[in-house]
């Protein structure tokens, strides 16, 4: 199983997600992210803060979503409804494989809050909603 988490600019939400799954060590499971929007940045520093606080480890440099991220995936998860839409106009072959990170965990609509610009309550609130949803995507997997 190759799971792709895709945000916004790669630097908070969606490397905090990879960050948590990988530090799962599931065997057969991969991990990656990216962002729609992405340059090169490293991740925001209070998300970097937060998974050390939580004793996971992560060395990240945003990427921008490519082409060859959606041909890696066997199940892309996006951030928010605006994320998955864009995904599915852009890359309509690969619609039955992207959802919401809400949807697929929770089979609900909704988006995972952006923490970015915030200060570090936001960002562990998001890790807790993040950590929470991915608990439940692994009983899915």
């Known amino acids: 199983m190759k799971i792709l988490f895709v945000c916004t600019g790669n630097t908070c939400r969606s490397p ?3 960050a948590i799954l990988k530090a799962k060590n599931i ?3 991969e991990v990656q992210s990216t962002g729609i929007f992405a340059g090169e940045a490293p991740m925001s520093e209070h ?6 606080s939580e004793g996971i480890s992560s060395e990240h440099t945003s990427r921008p979503l ?3 991220f959606i041909s890696w995936s066997s199940l892309v998860l996006t951030m928010t409804d605006a994320h998955k839409e864009r995904l599915v106009v ?3 072959e690969a619609a039955e494989k992207i959802f919401t990170l809400k949807e697929f965990a929770e089979e609900e609509d909704g988006d995972v809050q952006d923490p ?3 200060d570090l309550p936001t960002y562990q609130q998001t890790y807790r909603e993040l950590d929470e949803l991915i608990a439940k995507v692994i009983d899915k997997l």
């Open 66 to 68: 490519e082409d060859d």
């Open 90 to 92: 852009d890359y309509p």
């Open 47 to 52: 998300a970097a803060a937060v998974l050390t």
């Open 16 to 18: 905090m997600a990879e």
């Open 27 to 29: 065997p057969g499971v």
């Open 116 to 118: 970015y610009g915030g």
